[in-house]
C-alpha cells in the first residue's frame, strides 16, 4: 500500500492546473448508456474512481479506450445490465448505471450499496422516484433489480437534496414517456453539467442549476463529443494548501462561479483570491496569521461537505476557535483523530467541530481514512513541523490526479513511497 512522506514547512510557488471534476465524469460516464454509439469524453481526470466507472462499463460491455484526458465510450454492444458487488462494494458512483439502464432496456440490475466511512448513505430516494416513473423495483440478495417496460413521466419531490439522486433519475427521464418534474433537486454544478450534456445528447431538460428540474422525455439519444467542468474541490484544496502555508499561487483551470461559497469563507481566514486572466491568484497570510471562521456544510450553492475536512485542518492553525457544522453526512468527522496526533486541537460534539487554533503542526504518522479527510492530512502535514506519513493513501488516488506531482512541481517537499505495511 502506497504512503506519502510530505516534510512541511515550506513555501509553495507556481501555478497548477486543476484537473476535470470526477464528480461530474463519473454520471456523465454513466450517461452513455443512454444511446448506442461513440461518446467522447474530454477533461477526464486519471484516478481510481474513473477506471472502475470504466470497469462497470465495460463489464455490461461497452467497449472503453483512453487517449490522455480523453475517454472514447462505445455502447454499440451493451448486454449485461448487470452493475455487480464486486465493484459497486469499491465506489458508491456505479449506483449511477441504475437510471441509464432501466430507461434504455426496461431492466437493471445493480449491487445496493453498503455504509461508507462518512455515512449510511442510502440510496432510497434513487428508488422512490424510480418507482414514480414506474419501474418495479425488489430487492433480492443484496441487489435492486428495477423493470419498466418504458419509464413514465412523473413529478417527484425529494426530501433531501441529493446530488447522484438527481443524476440518476435525470439521466432515467430523459428517455421516459412524457414529463418529469424533480422538486428540490440537487443543483451542484456537476448536476448542472449532467444536464448540458444530456441537453447536446438530444434531451429536453429545462431548470437546469434550479431546484426544479423539469425533462420532457425523449424517444432517443445520441452520442456526444463533451467536455467536462473543472473539480472545484480540488481547487478549494489547493486554496488551502496556498493559505496555510502563506504561499503565492496560480490556479488554472477553474470556474470562478463554482466556488463562490468556498472563496467567501477562505477569505474570512485572511486568504486573497483574485481572478486573473489565466486563474486565480491565491496568496496566503504569512504563517501565524490565519484568521479562525465558523462555517456550516449546505448543499451547493452552500459551502460543501467535500471541503470541511480541508477547512479544519486550514483553521487549524488560525489564530483563534472556529466553529464548524456538518450538516450533510453524519461521520465526516474521522480526519480529526488524526489532525489531533499532529497537535490539533479539535473537539467534535455531535454534528459540530470547535476548532481552536494552536501555534504550530508536527509532523507525525498518520491514516487516511476518506477521500476528503486524506485531502485534509496533505493541507496539514505541508504547513506541519517535520515528516508526516500519511498512510492508505489508496483514498487519495480516488480523487485527486497526480497530487504528488502537482504539489512538487510548486515546491512542496512530497514524495510517494510505493508498497510497504497497510
Ligand atoms: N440521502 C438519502 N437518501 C438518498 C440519497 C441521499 O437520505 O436516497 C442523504 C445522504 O445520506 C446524505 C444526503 O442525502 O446525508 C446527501 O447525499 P447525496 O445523495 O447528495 O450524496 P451522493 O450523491 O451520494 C455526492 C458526491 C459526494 C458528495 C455528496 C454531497 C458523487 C459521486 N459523490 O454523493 O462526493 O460528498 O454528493 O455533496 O457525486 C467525494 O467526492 O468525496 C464525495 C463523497
Partial sequence: ?????????????????????????????????????????????????????????ANMGAAITVEGSCLRINTDTLLNKEAPYELVKTMRASVLTLGPMVARFGCAKVSLPGGCAIGARPINLHLMGLEKMGAKITLSKGYVVAKAKRLKGATIFCDISTVTGTENLMMAAALAKGRTI????????????????????????????????????????????????????????????????????????????????????????????????????????????????????MPFPGFPTDMQAQFIALTSLAAGTSIVKETIFENRYMHVAELRRMGANIEI?????????????????????????SASLVVAALAAEGETVIDRIYHLDRGYEKIEDKISNLGGNITRVKGGRA
Fill in 1 to 57: 500500500m502506497d504512503r506519502l512522506l510530505i516534510t512541511g514547512g515550506r513555501q509553495l510557488s507556481g501555478a497548477v492546473e486543476i484537473s476535470g471534476a470526477k464528480n461530474a465524469a463519473l454520471p456523465l460516464m454513466a450517461s452513455t448508456i443512454l444511446c448506442k454509439g461513440e461518446t467522447l469524453l474530454r477533461n477526464i481526470p486519471n484516478l481510481k474512481d474513473i477506471k472502475t466507472m470504466s470497469e462497470v462499463l
Fill in 182 to 297: 424533480i422538486e428540490n433537486a440537487a443543483r451542484e454544478p456537476e448536476v448542472e453539467d449532467l444536464a448540458n450534456a444530456l441537453n447536446k445528447m438530444g434531451a429536453k431538460i429545462a431548470g437546469i442549476g434550479s431546484s426544479v428540474i423539469e425533462i420532457e422525455g425523449v424517444d432517443e439519444l445520441h452520442p456526444v463529443d463533451y467536455a467536462i467542468i473543472p473539480d472545484r474541490i480540488e481547487t478549494g484544496t489547493f486554496i488551502s494548501i496556498a493559505g496555510i502555508t502563506g504561499s503565492n499561487l496560480l490556479i488554472k483551470n477553474c470556474r470562478y462561479d463554482h466556488i463562490l461559497a468556498i472563496v467567501e469563507k477562505l477569505r474570512e481566514t485572511g486568504i486573497t483570491i483574485t481572478q486573473e486572466e489565466d486563474g486565480l491568484r491565491v496568496i496566503g497570510p504569512p504563517p501565524g496569521t490565519l484568521r479562525p471562521a465558523d462555517v456550516k456544510t
Fill in 349 to 373: 460534539e455531535d454534528n459540530i467541530a470547535t476548532v481552536r487554533g494552536v501555534e504550530k503542526l508536527i509532523g507525525a504518522p498518520v491514516m487516511a481514512t476518506d477521500l476528503r479527510a
